[in-house]
């Protein structure tokens, strides 16, 4: 089976930031793939913009050398590289002055027809200025979108005035902000999972799911990240985005079609559905903690405190038990946590449904667990619903729980688009169903702001645990409490 593969019109697309880590790493490898699979049309070109004084021939230098160190020698084709490298262009520019505009400009003559795509792999504070200053340089046509990576500010105040500046030069139908988990594979299987079979949508409610669980563990530190991770932490990081942007795909209701406002419509009244938490909730329904020096994989890691080089009370683990109070799921606790230097690299649901009332089957049968259904997000896309079978041979019932696994590696036995291969595609088609609106994201600041708060407030210390554990005690006590537990995500 392959891929269908189908084409987008011709395009520039304009990275803001084109030599910094996420371009190199991400961007150009995800485009650099869309070529191979003959998606690119023959004149999309990706023109970099950045403070280094670097020609097109150094460029594409720099960006091949970055296509060897991210992509398989397996992917790659000499034909398609060569072809791929010719599409590249440099443009010496800062932001904040008036050099390199002009330049920029004319790089575009002729062009007004094709789809402009400007892309802000910079810090947030400059997304106001690129913006306004695109719109001083008349670089706006009716084919032109927008990019925010995120973080969009760094609370609500902060969020609405990214929103308000960039909204005043731009529409909101041409701003794209993006979210890379939405692009995953499996994200957007559980829409079909739900939306497309008659068998889950029935049962997803309060009266057969016991509770949610999503986890997004990491086995790495913050790396470079050091200096920006300090003044975020984990809450904003994560939690604010990736995590609230899969408790909406998990808890929304049907869209009345699969078009970009309808989906987000119904994400939206998710997020407005929040049990927004007082502090005495907060600190109640949430753990923050710190990774101290420990060792992942058998390697050593120092703490968080030593690769920024000071104590602080940032937070590298998050642990929350977050309510949806609407019908469908009031009593079902959602249970998010997020951590770096964790003992393995994976993200899934876990969607717990009710325990038997009762069995028939008697203590000999052994314990009869609640079924499962788990949507392992990475780093081996799929999904599991484990259910309860008898083990096999005489004597008797004995029961087991048994995994029916739809593994995408081994069903489909394809090279499937990672997410930044879809998400750039779709802001080329001009089709934002997976990038968040304007009113999700200032919804998401406003439940994740009284956490902030109450955590600033408190004189409770943020919670230590060692590198390569799954994060402080009191994680683990926050399930006991209510007579759950964390799924192992190595099963």
């Given at each position: 089976?392959?891929?269908?593969?189908?084409?987008?019109?011709?395009?520039?697309?304009?990275?803001?930031?084109?030599?910094?880590?996420?371009?190199?790493?991400?961007?150009?490898?995800?485009?650099?793939?869309?070529?191979?699979?003959?998606?690119?049309?023959?004149?999309?070109?990706?023109?970099?913009?950045?403070?280094?004084?670097?020609?097109?021939?150094?460029?594409?230098?720099?960006?091949?050398?970055?296509?060897?160190?991210?992509?398989?020698?397996?992917?790659?084709?000499e034909n398609t590289t060569n072809r791929f490298l010719a599409r590249l262009h440099h443009v010496t520019l800062d932001v904040k002055g008036d050099a390199g505009w002009q330049e920029l400009k004319k790089t575009f003559a002729g062009r007004d027809d094709r789809v402009r795509v400007f892309y802000l792999a910079t810090a947030p504070d400059l997304f106001g200025a690129v913006a306004k200053r695109v719109g001083e340089e008349n670089l706006i046509t009716p084919l032109t979108r927008l990019v925010l990576e995120k973080p969009i500010g760094k609370d609500l105040a902060s969020a609405r005035a990214i929103n308000d500046l960039v909204g005043s030069v731009f529409p909101e139908r041409q701003i794209f902000r993006i979210d890379h988990y939405l692009g995953k594979e499996t994200v957007q299987n559980l829409m079909a999972l739900r939306f497309a079979n008659s068998?889950?949508?029935?049962?997803?409610?309060?009266?057969?799911?016991?509770?949610?669980?999503?986890?997004?563990?990491?086995?790495?530190?913050?790396?470079?990240r050091a200096a920006y991770y300090n003044t975020s932490g984990a809450l904003r990081d994560m939690v604010q985005n990736h995590l609230l942007q899969l408790v909406c795909l998990v808890a929304m209701e049907p869209p009345s079609a699969m078009d970009a406002d309808a989906v987000r419509d119904e994400k939206l009244k998710v997020l407005k559905s929040l049990k927004v938490m007082k502090p005495a909730d907060v600190l109640r329904n949430g753990v923050r903690g710190q990774y101290k020096a420990g060792a992942v994989n058998g390697v050593a890691v120092p703490g968080f405190a030593e690769e920024v080089?000071?104590?602080?009370?940032?937070?590298?683990?998050?642990?929350?038990?977050?309510?949806?109070?609407?019908?469908?799921?009031?009593?079902?606790?959602?249970?998010?946590?997020?951590?770096?230097?964790?003992?393995?690299?994976?993200?899934?649901?876990?969607?717990?449904?009710?325990?038997?009332?009762?069995?028939?089957?008697?203590?000999?049968?052994?314990?009869?667990?609640?079924?499962?259904?788990?949507?392992?997000?990475?780093?081996?896309?799929?999904?599991?619903?484990?259910?309860?079978?008898?083990?096999?041979?005489?004597?008797?019932?004995?029961?087991?729980?048994?995994?029916?696994?739809?593994?995408?590696?081994?069903?489909?036995?394809?090279?499937?688009?990672?997410?930044?291969?879809?998400?750039?595609?779709?802001?080329?088609?001009?089709?934002?169903?997976?990038?968040?609106?304007?009113?999700?994201?200032?919804?998401?600041?406003?439940?994740?702001?009284?956490?902030?708060?109450?955590?600033?407030?408190?004189?409770?210390?943020?919670?230590?645990?060692?590198?390569?554990?799954?994060g402080p005690a009191e994680s683990a006590i926050l399930l006991a409490r209510d007579g759950r537990a964390w799924a192992d995500p190595t099963t």
């Open positions: 089976m392959s891929a269908q593969i189908i084409p987008v019109q011709p395009f520039d697309l304009v990275v803001f930031g084109g030599t910094g880590d996420l371009a190199l790493r991400k961007l150009l490898p995800a485009l650099y793939h869309r070529d191979a699979d003959g998606q690119l049309p023959e004149d999309a070109r990706v023109i970099a913009v950045s403070r280094q004084a670097l020609d097109d021939d150094s460029y594409r230098a720099k960006v091949a050398a970055a296509l060897a160190t991210y992509i398989s020698a397996s992917e790659t084709v068998l889950f949508e029935p049962m997803w409610n309060h009266s057969l799911i016991d509770h949610v669980q999503i986890t997004v563990a990491e086995t790495v530190g913050v790396e470079s080089g000071s104590p602080t009370a940032t937070e590298t683990f998050v642990a929350l038990k977050a309510e949806v109070e609407n019908w469908r799921w009031a009593g079902v606790p959602f249970y998010l946590r997020t951590g770096k230097r964790m003992p393995h690299r994976v993200s899934e649901i876990v969607i717990q449904f009710r325990a038997i009332p009762h069995s028939a089957f008697g203590p000999d049968a052994g314990t009869i667990e609640p079924n499962r259904l788990v949507l392992r997000l990475q780093p081996d896309e799929g999904v599991q619903l484990q259910l309860m079978s008898k083990d096999p041979g005489p004597g008797g019932m004995r029961l087991k729980p048994t995994p029916l696994n739809l593994s995408f590696a081994d069903a489909f036995k394809v090279r499937w688009p990672e997410a930044y291969e879809r998400l750039l595609l779709d802001v080329v088609r001009g089709n934002a169903t997976l990038f968040m609106r304007r009113d999700e994201v200032e919804a998401a600041w406003s439940w994740a702001e009284p956490l902030l708060a109450a955590w600033e407030q408190s004189a409770e210390p943020v919670r230590f645990y060692n590198a390569g554990s799954w």
